[in-house]
């Protein structure tokens, strides 16, 4: 009898972290722009950026940030990427700021930019995508894309 009611009790628990855990996430996915890249230092084969991310939080809760991590691609080719451990709070319906150090490996974007000669009026598609972790090691996954479009100088 006592070893069934412990049973019900764990179950019963279980049942409530799990819906606790479910209420907390937030309710739209968030939006993650690139508020700034900044050059920091430059070697033989990459070169280092701050990549400075807005988050905005469009829920009713609390975002409590411990991690990020960022993938940097161009025209699907992976050319950088960088991690930061974080403690940021992001009030609900509100924005805050992460910095993470990227690093950019010349010798891919060279690749890239090999495959790209002579393709002035294609559209170059840059992807911008990662995880921003709360505490639990829950992952909050964002996507930001762009389509960069040069044009022939003096209309060559």
Known sequence: MVSRLKSWLLAGLAVFLLAACAGSQPNEPLRVSVAQFQPLSQTGAENRYRLDLRVHN????????IGADVKLLLQGKPIGS???ALDLNVAAFGEGTVSIEVGVHELQTL???IGLYGAADRPLSIVLTGNLTRPGLLALPYRSEADLRFSAANGR
């Open 58 to 65: 469009p829920s009713r809760w609390v975002l409590h940030l």
């Open 82 to 84: 960088g991690v930061a």
């Open 111 to 113: 690749r890239q930019a």
